[in-house]
């Protein structure tokens, strides 16, 4: 079950874009319709109260009053209850929402009522939860023919709502999916009464949040041609008239859910007593806490650790939700893009690397011979979809991602075989990054590129990686960077297709080039490699690689283009290590040379920075405009430095400007850009967004966060750790953010957090704080310890830990800070493991232990204690 949900309980919750048990929302939604979960009580002398404040005298009474003394939410992994009191029935509430963390697609709501009066209360319940039951596309298409297809049955605990059909004009398909409301009291009792169309529970005249049957406590009347099949439908029940004493409890549980199965008082067994759901929520507790706790800090600030809890279970819900399904994340129709599945395993993979090696091998299988890829993923393992909506594009930043990661995999494990195992290629219509169409293919041919014999073709991990790399590197534009085509990490730079470049991602590309180059020097020497094979037609690529001018090597690609435009031979070919790994070394360097002497800004002796991007007409991006006001965004200083393009000069004087310029003057956050300006046509929709919002200068926490580790990786701990700082306090304001723990996708002018959990900026904050500010991780198998810990990070306490997995031991790594030193300050001294001292002093900044080492000093089956002694530096 996917679901959300608000304070006032509305939201929606689904298995996927054809199923939808509650009406589908986005954010506007969540205030302007009236469609939420909702559970009532009727007094004879009072009227009619929703227990959760969701009526329309509720919130007309009290919705400019102070409530802070009636209600409160509170918020764990993953559960929400809503505290609310109706002072004038003396009636306190709890209303707990869930979803067991099990196979079934069940959501659990439980409500705790109590009378804190001194009278008894005697009150008629009934619970409210309007079904839509059907495919969120039917929302605005045949909305009212499609409940028509709707037919209702009524079960002893409950409302079953199946459609006939699966609506699609494009081909109608049988329907076995149901939609169920069931609900209870804690002993099992069923409800009295039950009203499953809307029509009949609000009644004429009525509303959701003012139902006729609830404010009149009445059964309508029907006539013989009264019909409950084909009709907007609801799981409403009235329960059995309730006498509580004073200081006494009463406990519903409603259980919504959808099934294929036939026996739906079967589902609810497993849930319809007090005893079951305490068991499930136990369960549920249980599963959550497991998931926070695979990687956990314990620093001296609990509200900060207990933030990071919230931001590690971030990447398992994006790998859930994909994009789509939470009230803001309204992109397409479900499933992840491509470079969320790949920095979203940045966590995952840290949390248990040889879980994840299959999933790494079969999503190489969604690349295309022109290194381009199909940008969605299916729920499974290597299933995809060409393209969101339909829309053939390109993003040019796809092909570092698969690579950045992977990287991180090996050395986490010291598993380089990967590079070796043999994956298919993604084939569809699309050819040449979009520009072209094959209209020999045909979608009965499948997706698995075929030789031109109609065999399936199969090439290594290293092929595929090689091709993703060259083949951008090699698609340069006339300033000399990698041509932007449809959009880089950025979406919102999608109108500049033909004279576009992207410096950050040609810094990035360029430390891929020579990353591979290092993962081919490896091969050498520790396999005595001499050559790699790669399918014959890719040796035009290489060749491109001896090119010294962008004409040339576009030249090339075409030539490519053309070779591989009725297929491949499927022949391999087999190519010199050595050669190979100093052309790849070469054109790295050339590619990281081009952003560090050409695209440099110089504002002063203190300030500069990069360059980010040419728009559609060729011109520069970034500078001082004709208008002499000042543009620059946070994208290209991050990659420049991170990917070692800056000097440490340059380095330096970037984080000036950075510091200078984009903070926002209302929220303190570093900002993506600098005003776009006028939209011109030529570069993007960002220009169309409001600037302070989105991409266009709101505090995006997903690169403001690749800049932190951009910043630790380079050595400026100090400067990195005010950065996440400033995320986490941006975050955890709740008067301003506005949200549950986490790191939203972007902080607003305003302060608030928009588009919570579904952002890779959950992914980076972990795979930052462990492996950059605690500074563990691998090294091709070895574990290295390099902490870049800040002495405030020990204000309150000597002593920093963190317990994650490695060489699949479980290890504990306390760093003991007795003198309170800052970074730059302190090497490491005495290291112990598991209370045994394994070095007196170690004289330097950093340790790696070898893989031997670890397998003879760490213990399966038990967490593994390293404390580490912080000294005074010499020297």
Known sequence: MKASVTPCLNGDAKKNQNEFLYLPVSVEDLHNNRSGRNFWVYTKEQGAFSVVGNSARQRAEHCFKDEEKWNKIEC????????????????????TTFCPANEDVVEINRVILENYGSEILEFVPTAAFPIFGRSADNLRDHRHATSLMQRITLEENGIVVKPTIHHDERGHEPNDTSYFVYGSDESGQAAVEMFPTVE???????????????????IPEHDMTYRKDGMECIGAMRFAKVRLAPGEKKEYIICAGITEKENFNKEFEKYNSKEKVEAAWKQNEEHWNGEADKI???????????????????????????????????????????????????????????????????????VRLDGSNATIILDGEGNFQADRNKISRVWMDHGVWPLFTLLLYMNQTGDISILDEEVSYWKDAQIERAKRIDTNWKKED????????????????????????????????????????????????????????????????GKNICDIADLLEIQIEKEDRKTISVFEE?????????????????EVLKKYYEHIRFGISGKKKKIPVLELKDMLRWKGKQLLQQVRENEWIELSSKEGFFNGYYNNDGNAVDGILGDGKL?????????????????DEQVQKTIHAVNNYLPDKNTGGIRLTLPLGDNTWNFGRGFALIYGEKENGGMFSHMTTMYAYALYSRGYAREGYQIIKSIYELSTNTQMAQIYPGVPEYISSRGRGMYSYVTGAGSWTIFLMLTQVYGIRGQLGDLLIEPKLVKEQYDSG??????????????????YNRKHLDYGEYQLGELSINGEVWKNQINSTSVVLHQAELEEKLIAGRKNQICIELVERKG
């Not at 890719?538 to 576009?554: A, I, N, S, T, W």
């Open 538 to 554: 890719m040796e035009v690529l290489l060749e491109g690689l001896k090119e010294k001018e962008p004409q040339k090597e576009v």
């Open 446 to 509: 499948g997706n698995s590129q075929k030789t031109k014999d109609g065999e399936c073709y199969t090439g290594t991990i290293l092929e595929h990686l090689l091709l993703e790399n060259l083949i951008c590197s090699l698609n340069i534009g006339e300033h000399g960077n990698i041509k932007l085509e449809d959009g880089d990490w950025n979406d919102q730079l999608d109108m500049a297709p033909d004279k576009g470049e992207t410096i950050p991602f040609t810094a990035f590309y």
């Open 798 to 815: 000597e002593v920093l830990t963190v317990d994650t997995l490695f060489a699949e031991k479980e290890v504990c790594v306390s760093f």
């Open 296 to 366: 956990k800090f314990q620093g001296n600030s609990d509200k900060f650790d207990g933030w990071l809890r919230w931001v590690s279970i971030q990447p398992v819900l994006r790998k859930i939700y994909g994009c789509s399904f939470l009230p803001y994340h309204d992109y397409g129709r479900g499933g992840r893009g491509w470079r969320d599945l790949w920095q979203d395993y940045l966590t995952l993979l840290l949390q248990n690397p040889m879980r994840v090696r299959s999933v790494f091998v079969h999503n190489m299988k969604g």
């Open 631 to 647: 543009r620059f965004g946070l994208t290209a200083q991050t990659f420049s430095i991170m990917s070692g393009a800056a000097t």
């Open 76 to 95: 764990g992994l993953l559960y929400h209850s809503l505290y609310y009191t109706i002072p004038e029935l003396k009636l306190n509430c709890i209303f």
């Open 200 to 218: 009949e529970f609000i009644g004429k005249g009525g509303t959701l949040d003012w139902p006729g049957t609830v404010v009149e406590n009445s």
